[in-house]
């Protein structure tokens, strides 16, 4: 059973930065696409950012986070990374990381973890 546990919300000001956590168990890790996506208060879902391919090898991101979030990942950890700078309060979410085996980079993902608010003050 594949099980995703999310780590490293919190408060921070505008201008700061955060680093969440993604530990992942049950599944062979370099195999399988890990993507990060948000959900804002009254809003859809929407992609942040992905690794896809063995190890990782691509990595995508949405607009807004080109240039200020990093995804990264350490297959023997079994942990995915996003790491996000220079935030906004537009940045204030839920933070949910996803694995897949086969998920495009945006989207078809199977597993879900719990979620971790982040949030950004003025």
């Known amino acids: 059973q594949v099980q995703l546990v999310e780590s490293g919300g919190g408060l921070v000001q505008a201008g700061g930065s955060l680093r969440l956590s993604c530990a992942g168990s049950?599944?062979?890790?370099?195999?399988?696409?890990m993507g990060w996506f948000r959900q804002a208060p009254g809003k859809e879902r929407e992609f942040v950012a992905s690794?896809?391919?063995?190890?990782?090898?691509?990595?995508y991101y949405a607009d807004f986070a080109e240039g200020r979030f990093t995804a990264s990942r350490d297959n023997a950890g079994n942990t995915a990374y996003l790491q996000m700078n220079s935030l906004t309060p537009e940045d204030t979410a839920v933070y949910y990381c996803?694995?897949?085996?086969?998920?495009?980079?945006?989207?078809?993902?199977?597993?879900w973890g719990q979620g971790t608010q982040v949030t950004v003050s003025s």
């Open positions: 996803a694995s897949s085996p086969g998920a495009r980079y945006d989207k078809g993902y199977d597993y």
């Open positions: 690794t896809v391919g063995r190890n990782g090898a691509h990595t």
């Open positions: 049950g599944q062979t890790f370099s195999f399988y696409t």
